[in-house]
Structures are given as C-alpha cells and as structure tokens.
C-alpha cells in the first residue's frame, strides 16, 4: 500500500434533508499537477445556499462551482470567471467529489493560483481535511435534482448516460446516486475495468477516495509539451507502462483505475449543484463527457425536476 491516508474515526450518519456546510476553516498546500505552481487552498464555512464558490485571492475573483463555469476539460475540470476568462481554478474535481462524498452543500474555497493542490492524487487528503474541519448542519432544506428522463451523450464508442430511478422521490427521502462505470486500455496493467456502487459516504471513503489519477508513461512528454502534467509525479500519480504499474508501492487497491474514473465522475456530477437523485452510466468516459451530459440534462427541462421547489439555473 503506498501513501494510504488514515482516516480519523468520524460519525457516518445518514445525509439528512437540511444543508451542511464545514465547521472551521482549514487548509492545505501543494503543487499543481499541471501548472506545476506551489498553491495554498483554504475550505471555509458559508452560508446556506451560498453553493460552492471558488475565490482566487490572487485576483479577487469568485467562481461559482457550476457546470455553466466550466471552460475546460482536457485531462481535468477547469472553471472560469464568464467576466474574466483568465481568471481560472483548474484540477478542481478531487475536492469537488470530497465535499459531495461528504454531504457538503456550501464552502468557499480560496486558492492563490490557477490549480488547486494535486496532493496525492486522489480525494483522500481532502476527505481528511473536512473530517478535521468538521460538518455543521444549516436551518435550510438541501436542493436535489431527481433525474426524470434519460440524457445520454457519446464520443465515439465512449458514453455516458444519466437515467431515471424506478419511482419517484418523495419530498423528504434520502437522494439516492448510483454509479456504473467501465473503462477498457491497451495497456495491461488497466486492461478493462469496472467499479459500480450505491454513492454514500461511507462508500465514497471506503471505494473511491483512495484511488489517484494515473496516466501511461508513453503520454507524458506529450502532456508536459502541451503545458500540462507539469508537477506530476509518480507521488501524486500512477504511472503505467505497458503491463507494469511504475509507482514503487504498486496498486492501492483492487480496480484502482476504475475506482478513480468513478471519483472523478463524482466531482463533476457535483457541479450540478444539487444532490443528484437518479444513475449514471458510462463506457470510458472523462471530464468532457461528464460536463457534456450535465449541460444536456440542464438544457431539458423536462428531464429533471428540483425536489425543494427552488428552480436550478440552466446554461443558455
């Protein structure tokens, strides 16, 4: 096992139907697994209803954690201020999937830079940092999208689709996400994969937390060329070759890859902003595709319906 965080010991009760936000500030430091910048991130409590807003201190813009913000997804999820495009938080997918896994509905999140801290990879930092901050309940109903109809996007022989559950959701029932996701490399130390799970907290820490991002060694130059994976290392990230796993410690788990492609998926679908009630499907899918069926779902009405009443923005 290489770099497995410990988890404090913390209460897993169910969600609930009143919003959550963190306790205290706290924060951390690290590199941009692109940019290769050294940046500080701070998780600070806010009010209800405020969602989840990034601020760069560094030029005094927020930016709403939205779909809608979205303004780049190659090899990760990058959002933008619409009235100062330069003004961007990229690799903001991790954190995002921790505070959804941990029924987080409002944060503001200050970095000092264009890219949130890589740590080791994967969202377990971030999980330990909330569970240290510690999770307050707020006297206002949680906002949840129930799925209505099928959404489905592709990209080539890659998919992703979002679908009803059986049933509707009564108005102050537990939101239910399931997750389905396959992915299939040449490579033989991936090969094909899966990972499929009912998203709770606790299945959040247990299943996805853990896994990092990986790329294939023959990709790398490239990357670093195109500007991007310039911070990455093989201690922030699994490094494949052909059939052989690069990082010293190996695998830290069972369908790690599959496991991490899951967690991504969950801090895009978080840009929703709302909990999600319904299933998502997929066939190696990325960051383009998720945000893709999340724009899809929005620009039909008649595919979700806003179970607290409060009508969710929809992109133009």
């Known amino acids: 096992m290489d770099g497995l965080v410990t988890f404090p010991i913390v209460e897993t009760a169910p969600l609930g139907t009143r919003q959550r936000t963190v306790k205290s500030a706290i924060d951390c430091v690290g590199i941009g697994v692109h940019s290769g910048r050294k940046a500080r991130l701070v998780i600070r409590p806010a009010e209800a209803n ?3 807003v990034f601020l760069r201190t560094d030029l005094g813009r927020a930016i709403p954690a939205r779909y809608d913000t979205v303004c780049d997804t190659r090899m990760c999820t990058v959002i933008a201020d619409p009235s100062m495009p330069s003004a961007r938080v990229g690799t903001i997918e991790h954190v995002m999937a921790a505070l959804y896994g941990a029924g987080i509905d409002n944060a503001l999140i200050e970095v000092d830079g264009p890219e949130v801290p890589i740590l080791d990879g994967s969202a377990g930092p971030y999980v330990f940092l909330l569970d240290c901050a510690g999770v307050t309940e707020q006297d206002a109903p949680r906002r949840v999208l129930e799925i209505r109809a099928p959404i489905r996007v592709t990209a080539g ?10 049933g509707t959701l009564s108005r102050n029932a537990q939101p239910v996400l399931e997750m389905e996701l396959s992915i299939d490399f040449a490579a033989g130390a991936i090969g094909q994969q899966s990972c499929a799970l009912h998203l709770t907290p606790d299945s959040f820490r247990h299943q996805l937390a853990q896994a990092r991002t990986f790329a294939l060694a023959r990709d790398i130059e490239q990357l670093r060329d ?5 911070g990455g290392s093989l201690d922030n990230a699994l490094v494949v070759d052909g059939d052989a796993v690069l990082n010293p410690g190996g695998l830290r788990m069972e369908n790690e890859f599959a496991n991490h492609k899951t967690l991504d998926a969950v801090g895009d679908l978080a840009l929703a902003g709302a909990r999600l009630h319904g299933r998502y499907v997929a066939h190696r899918p ?17 595919a979700w319906l806003d179970k607290q009443g409060e009508q969710l923005s929809v992109a133009a």
Do not use: C, M, S
């Open 50 to 52: 405020h969602g989840i």
């Open 157 to 166: 022989d890659a998919w992703v689709e979002l679908r009803p559950l059986a």
């Open 226 to 230: 195109a500007g991007l994976a310039q």
């Open 286 to 302: 990325g960051h383009t595709l998720n945000n893709r069926a999340l724009r899809a779902l929005f620009a039909n009405q008649a």
